[in-house]
């Protein structure tokens, strides 16, 4: 399923099934080539996510990443974030739940990352 390639405008190797693209200084992400209209919040915690590469990203380090501090109630943020990112990337989910410890990246979804946004 994920074996053919296809290369994304800005030259990126991407895969023909479920792909996302995340293009950083623009703040924009897309999924099969349309944009998943993420808030500025919701981009930095996809953008955690992703280049965590399927390591376990904790509450604390998801409101750091957006905040540059941790606060009280940083759990609650966490997952008010999380679940906007999920209403938007659709399903299937991407985003796994570690029971205990936070979130990942599931990494069966291709993501390419580039400096320049891509115009697809």
């Known amino acids: 399923m994920f ?27 897309y999924r099969g ?11 930095r915690v996809f953008q955690t996510l992703v280049l965590a590469r399927g390591r376990t990203v904790g509450a604390e380090e998801i409101v750091a990443s957006v905040r540059g501090d941790v606060r009280v109630g940083c759990e609650a943020a966490a997952r008010q974030w999380i679940r906007g990112v999920r209403r ?22 291709a993501v390419s990352v580039c400096d320049r946004p891509a115009a697809l």
């Not at 080539?33 to 981009?43: N, V, Y």
Request: net charge negative; aromatic share 12%.
């Open 88 to 109: 938007k990337v659709g399903s299937p989910d991407p985003v796994r739940t570690i029971f205990c410890g936070g979130y990942a990246w599931n990494p069966a979804f």
């Open 33 to 43: 080539g349309f944009e998943l209209g993420l808030t500025a919040i919701e981009f």
């Open 3 to 29: 074996e053919e390639q296809m290369e994304s405008s800005c030259g990126c190797p991407l895969a023909a099934a479920v792909t996302f693209h995340l293009g950083r200084q623009a703040g924009v992400a």
